[in-house]
Every structure is written in structure tokens, then in C-alpha cells.
């Protein structure tokens, strides 16, 4: 009879037990699956994200209204600011040529984006060693700044995007040295060795972008990465001036092609139901639909994290209004796209056709322009100089503008091309923007043995006059 009795007592327990089990886990999903908190998926991790503007000036406008536009995606998805950490110079707000002061759009329907955005790393504190070091999580290496890093653990989740300038084995920072390629590898490396992160995804909007990881980013670290271009080929800007359904107001680009096309298509769909994968598929075809005007949009890293929900990198939202979703649709069938390279003087341009004539301020926007692509014709032939000094006149243009096969990164001794970069700036002066087109020669001239003395011997003769 005792022994009945306890029988019984052990089955309301274990029932009540299982109960109040069931009811906490229940709650606890319920908890998860909440849009205001989705910054914690399944698996209890917290997603982070950097934004990264590596650009400065008003003519670049397109590539902080990229960012701005990023972090309310992110807000929206619900990241809370302590997880989201922005680079940008913000200098474009209020920027005395902004017709819109203390607001930056990115589409041409003028919703603002600026509003919220965290000011973490603005200004001269925009550098590359505070960006590596924030994506490390190592704040006493940090310069300036909030101090704010990606302090994660191994089961978070990390999303990286960076849209400005670039070139062959570099993305452009405005303080300091660039981004070479072999040191952003290097410290995604040393993040995945230290066990710090479950999955991380790279968005990377910048010309030859693909150069920065191919052959280059090893399968295995739980990475995924798209680029809004080739190891070779210029990525585009859009919403330029000049075209119909852009406010005459405005002088400069509002936004970068792959960048809108991944943030208007993540503005129009549920982030939990829309794969990387399907998102990657979206962005492609609309990179690329301009024909001899678009770029390719590259996959890299552990393509098996493609179908991953975006809800796990961006936060958890559903279709909204923040952006006029049908005139979107409509915008990008008709718009022209600007390469990278030619945004500059698109913007330089309008400068000289919208000034008074006659008048100093066109004079001067005139004599700007002339200068620019003087500048560029410079660069232009000091590098074809180069090559035939180097290689010969028949050979000389071919091996500085080589492409290798895809797989192989541009260079196999990243201190040599290091060393020869800096040899030509203390020789012909800092790289321009435009000028980083040409850094395929340096990784070329290392490939073929080129040495730092024979090349310091030759700029001695060719850049008698420094020129930036």
C-alpha cells in the first residue's frame, strides 16, 4: 500500500514537473521569436554588426547613406546600439552642400536614414587598425573613438559591412593606411581561432572587392561572403544626378548599386523567411541587369551558411514602409549606373553646370573638373611607363594589368607589395582614389620579381614631380 501511495506521489510530481517545464520552454521560444528581441536567435547568442564607411567628402554622399540606411535595417530587426558599432567620418549631414541639412537619404523617395546612427569611429579616429581591432574585440588597441568593439562569444553571430572605395588587394580608409587584404584575412583568422563567434557574414560594396578574398579566404571558418564585384572589375554607384527620377537638388550619388539592391530587398521582406542565399540571387540579378554597366556579385567562404535565414545576421523584421517599396520597384528598371571611377566627376560635372555662368563659383567648379582628369590622364601614363620600363614595350601594359586566374590571390608576397606601394608614394606622392585602380601593377610586379631598390631607382626618374 506504501509503496502504491508512492508510486502515485512520483507521477503528480514528475507531471507537474513536466508541466512547468514545458510552459518555461514554450515561454522561452515564445521570447526569442519576439521581433523586439532578435538580436538573440536560437541558440542563445547575440547578433553584433559593423558598419564601416571608409570614405570621406560630399562627392562621396552615396557611401554613408549606404551605412545610415544598414543600421536602420538593423534597428529595425532589433540590435540594440551596444551591439551595432559604426565607422563614418560623418561629414555629409551637415555638410554645407547638403540641400537637406542634418539628413542623408539613399533612395530617391527621400526617407532619412541618418536619424539614430551611433557616431562610434568618426573623423580622424576612422582607421584601419581601429577597425581591425574592433572586430577582434580589442579594445585597448583602439584609438580614440567610443571604444566600443565586437565583444563577442562563441555563440554569436557577427555581421560585417563595409561600402567605399577599393581596389586590387585593398579596401580605402580616410585616415592612415587602406585595408590590404592579407591583414583583413589575417584578423578574421585570428577572430575564428579565438573562438569568439558561431557564423559571420560580410557584405563588402567596393570596387575589385572579390580581390580581397580570393584565394585568400579559407572554407572552414564559418564565413560567408558576397561583393559587390570582381577580383577585377569596378563596382557602381545610383540614384546619380542626371537621371529622371533623381531630385534636381542634389549633385552627387545617393547610393551604391549592390548596396541598395541587398538593403531595398531587405526592406521588402520578412529577414526570416528570405535566405542568404535567395537575398544573393536578388542582388545579383540586379547588379548585374545594367549589362556593360554593372558588376558581377561574388560568393566566397562557406557557401553552406548561404541558407541561413537573414534574420540571424540582420534581426528579425517583416515588410515595412520605412522605404516606398513600388516606386523602388520602379526606380531601379529605369535608372543609369555610374562606375565608382566616374561617380567623382559625375559629381564635379553638375558642380559646373548648375553654377551661374560666367560666374567665379563655375570657374572654379570648371577649373576643379580640368584638374581631376589631368590628374587621372597623369596617372594614366606614369603606370604605362612603368610597365614598358619594367617589361619592355610590347609586354609592359600586358603585365601590369594581368589578371590571375580565378582562386589565386593577386599577389604571393603581401610585404613586397606592401613595400612597393609605399616606395611609389615616397617617390610620386599619395594614391588618389582613382590612382588605387592601378594597384594590380605593384602585386604584378612583385609576381614577376620586380625588386623595392629597381623600382625606387625607376619612380626617381619618372615622378620627378610629385603629383596627388
Known sequence: MMALCFLVLFALVFTQHSESRLTQETFKNAFKNSPSNSNVDNDDGTIWAVLVAGSKHYENYRHQADICHSYQILKRGGLSDENIIVFMYDDIAYNQQNPRQGTIINNPDGQDVYQGVPKDYTGENLTANNLLNAILGDKTAITGGTGKVVNSGPNDRIFIYYADHGGPGILSM????????????????????????????????????????????????????????????????????????ISSEFQTCLGDLYSVSWMEDSDMRDSRSETLESQYQVVKERTAEGGSVGSHVMQYGDNELSGDPLSLYIGSSSPNSFINNQNNATHHNTISNVDQHEADIVYLKQKVLRAPKGSMERKEAQKKLEATLTHRDQIDSTFQMIGKALFGDDKGHEMIKTVRSAGKPIVDDWDCFKNLVGTYKTHCGQLSTYGKKHMRAFANMCNAGVQQAQLAKLLSQVCVNKFN
Open 174 to 245: 580616410p585616415n592612415g593606411d587602406d585595408i590590404y587584404a592579407q591583414d583583413f584575412i589575417s584578423t578574421l583568422e585570428k577572430k575564428y581561432q579565438m573562438g569568439t563567434y558561431k557564423t559571420m557574414v560580410i557584405y563588402v560594396e567596393a570596387c575589385e572587392s572579390g580581390s580581397i578574398f580570393d584565394g585568400l579566404l579559407s572554407n572552414g571558418m564559418n564565413i560567408y561572403v558576397t561583393t559587390a564585384a570582381n577580383p577585377s572589375e569596378s563596382s557602381y554607384a545610383t540614384y546619380c544626378p542626371g537621371d529622371s527620377v
